[in-house]
């Protein structure tokens, strides 16, 4: 299955995405099964054991994750998820290997190459996971996903894009959309407005810099931030989505001028001062940790941060908005798409079927949990509850309300684009924080990188 973005497929998933928040409050009848494990190998409290079952031998199941940061919603709820099945299943040991995104990345690779991928891992959809799929790491899940109604739980369509060959390989825990955050309070005392031009934004920055302020937060150590926010300035400065497609057909190179004016746009972003100093040494944590602490008054990112903002210090005081047009081109309805990192399953797992049987509780358990928790918000399977009924916060409904407006857009970079090419565009955008660069030289950069990696 060719995996590179199709616009008719992103806009049907957004529109499966809206539907199923207009509708949240409905409820959806596919996660009556969320009480209950579908591994029913352990007995009832109380009840007898089988013979069988008394035999069972302690097994260790290995489940790396990118949740490390303790005050993260999802952090709690794995945490939790995982104590209750190991309860219900004392022969059963859950080991987490928690990590952030790239340093995630790095040791799968690591990991891949001696073809010791964890029992569950997490890989990114499309382009980034293929590699892993044609080496036979992952263990395909249809069969899994045929139990208690877990494929029914996701939104319609958002797994073909962890699908291979009519093989599901991943299980998402979002599907998101980036917008930015900002704090409502600094923007007052600073007597700031919304910018609704990336000229007014750049003004803003300037202007929040001179009065001592912090405009942006980042954590620029996890190279995919910046490649996120360049891609949104790329989405403005082409006119709409599909410039990589475009090169993936041969009908633009990288050097093309909407490419340049976006490296140029954001560089001057950066020149402005718009990130704090020493970006690249923040990890993805301590980058969103600056915003939610009140040290700066905006942060781009997907949707996912608002579960985490939620239960920070500046919960109530933060808004969101749209990325603005560059230089009059885009249109701010168009979004960066951020199907979710996904849970995949080593196909040379030890456990498989005890690893399978976990994975699909955890999945059925994880809506209603994640709900509870304030973090539904860009969840990636059908969600059970009325947001506003439950206590979620007004941002967290501005964000909701702005999945409603999305027109359409573009999947990151690195979930496009052979792993060979985006490393080298992972790195080109990073060191831009470090060091102003022609942005032709940059374009030329990428065209190199791309031709390299396609012949």
């Not at 409290?45 to 089988?50: A, H, L, Q, R, S």
């Not at 993260?72 to 945490?79: E, F, H, S, T, Y």
């Not at 009908?251 to 970006?279: H, M, R, S, Y």
């Not at 985490?308 to 933060?318: A, P, W």
Request: aromatic share 10%.
């Amino acid at each position: 299955m060719n995996q590179v973005v199709k616009w008719s497929k992103v806009w049907s998933l957004m529109l499966a995405l809206v539907l199923v928040f207009s509708l949240a409050a409905c409820g959806a009848s596919n996660n009556s099964t969320n009480d209950k494990p579908s591994n029913e190998s352990a007995g009832k409290e109380g009840e007898t054991k089988k013979p069988e079952e008394s035999k069972e031998k302690q097994i260790t199941i290995t489940f790396q994750n990118i949740y490390p940061d303790p005050t993260d919603p999802k952090n709690m709820i794995l945490n939790k998820l995982v104590k209750q099945y190991q309860d219900e299943h004392p022969h059963i040991k859950i080991e987490l290997d928690s990590l952030n995104t790239d340093q995630q990345k790095l040791k799968l690779k690591t990991q891949a190459a001696s073809k010791e991928v964890p029992d569950i891992t997490v890989v990114n959809p499309a382009a980034q996971m293929q590699p892993f799929v044609e080496a036979g790491l992952f263990a395909p899940l249809n069969d899994m996903l045929d139990q208690n109604g877990l494929k029914d739980t996701f939104q319609d369509g958002l797994l073909e894009w962890y699908s291979f060959n009519d093989q599901i390989y991943a299980l998402p825990d979002g599907n998101n959309i980036a917008v930015v955050y900002y704090n409502k309070e600094i923007f007052e005392q600073a007597g700031a407005k919304v910018p609704e031009t990336f000229e007014e934004l750049l003004a803003l920055v300037r202007d929040l810099k001179a009065k001592g302020i912090q405009p942006f937060a980042i954590g620029e150590k996890d190279t995919w931030t910046g490649s996120f926010l360049f891609m949104n300035m790329l989405l403005r400065t082409n006119g709409g989505p599909g410039f990589l497609q475009d090169v993936l057909d041969k009908k633009k190179t990288f050097e093309d001028p909407a490419f340049i004016e976006a490296v140029d746009a954001f560089q001057n972003l950066v020149q402005a001062g718009a990130f704090q100093e020493g970006a690249t040494s923040f990890d993805y944590n301590a980058g969103e940790n600056l915003f939610k602490t009140g040290k700066s008054a905006m942060y781009f990112m997907g949707s996912w941060a608002t579960g985490g903002i939620e239960t920070s210090s500046v919960n109530g005081k933060v808004g969101v908005f749209k990325f603005p047009t560059i230089n009059g081109k885009g249109n701010s309805n168009e979004f960066m798409l951020a199907p979710g990192s996904a849970f995949a399953i080593s196909a040379d797992s030890k456990h498989l079927e005890e690893t399978k049987a976990f994975l699909n509780w955890f999945m059925l358990n994880f809506p209603k949990e994640t709900f509870a928790a304030k973090g539904a918000v860009g969840i990636g399977q059908k969600v059970d509850g009325d947001f506003k009924a439950a206590g979620y916060s007004d941002m967290a409904m501005e964000v909701l309300g702005l999945f409603k407006e999305v027109k359409g857009g573009d999947l990151a970079f690195d979930n496009t684009m052979n792993p060979g090419t985006a490393q080298v565009h992972l790195t080109s955008i990073q060191n831009l924080f470090v060091q102003k660069k022609d942005a032709a030289e940059v374009a030329k950069e990428h065209q190199a990188a791309y031709e390299a990696n396609n012949k």
